[in-house]
């Protein structure tokens, strides 16, 4: 499995915002240490080996956040806040778009991971995230990817914002599924 470029180029963006361009360059300096990948130029279309990508998730929750994996839930929502405010969805979608905007999400995923599959259910009353076939689950995964529609959905308007964890790495399944009560 590899990740696409743009989730590098992402987080590095919200970590420049959040820590300054000289803090990013020593952290990448030191991750390119332990992981030569990052020692060479990014692009949107660069495909990185997971793993490397994972380790380097891993270790900005170690030395920024206090290892507290919440805050790739907040790197989610932080994404989503970006591509809906100011991004590449910022044309796509109106406020209180929440269903289609749901719906759009399996597209996002395939734009940043190759392998791996992100599903919508939705149903009358609620509507069902799923993540499955990932080669290696990860707890990134899961908090990164519904913290974006949770906060996707947020920045839309949604009311009551409420979800359910059904299944998730975060409690050891193989696999996870959310379950969204907006209004």
């Keep these: 499995m590899d990740v ?5 180029l992402a987080r590095q963006q919200m970590m420049v915002q959040a820590h300054g361009e000289e803090t990013w360059r020593a952290f990448l300096a030191d991750i390119a240490k332990k992981e030569p990948f990052f020692a060479n130029p990014i692009m949107p ?3 990185m080996p997971a793993d490397a990508f994972l380790r380097l998730n891993e270790e900005l929750l170690k030395r920024f956040y206090g290892n507290n994996p919440n805050a790739w839930w907040q ?3 932080k994404s989503a806040e970006y591509a809906l405010g100011q991004g590449q ?3 796509m979608f109106s406020p209180g778009d929440l269903r289609r905007f ?3 999400t399996p597209g996002i995923w395939k734009g940043y991971f190759t392998e791996g599959e992100l ?3 939705p149903e009358k009353s609620h509507t069902d995230l799923r993540i499955f076939n990932v080669p290696k689950p990860h707890v990134y995964y ?3 990817v519904m913290g974006f529609a949770s906060g996707g959905l947020a920045f839309l308007g949604a009311k009551n914002l409420k979800h359910e964890v059904l299944k998730g790495y975060t409690k050891g399944d193989k696999e996870v599924l959310y379950r969204s009560n907006v209004s």
């Design 119 to 121: 599903q919508v259910l």
């Design 102 to 104: 749901l719906l759009f």
């Design 75 to 77: 790197f989610g929502v």
């Design 142 to 144: 899961e908090l990164s």
């Design 45 to 47: 279309v660069t495909r």
């Design 89 to 91: 969805l910022k044309a």
């Design 4 to 8: 696409k470029g743009v989730a590098f």
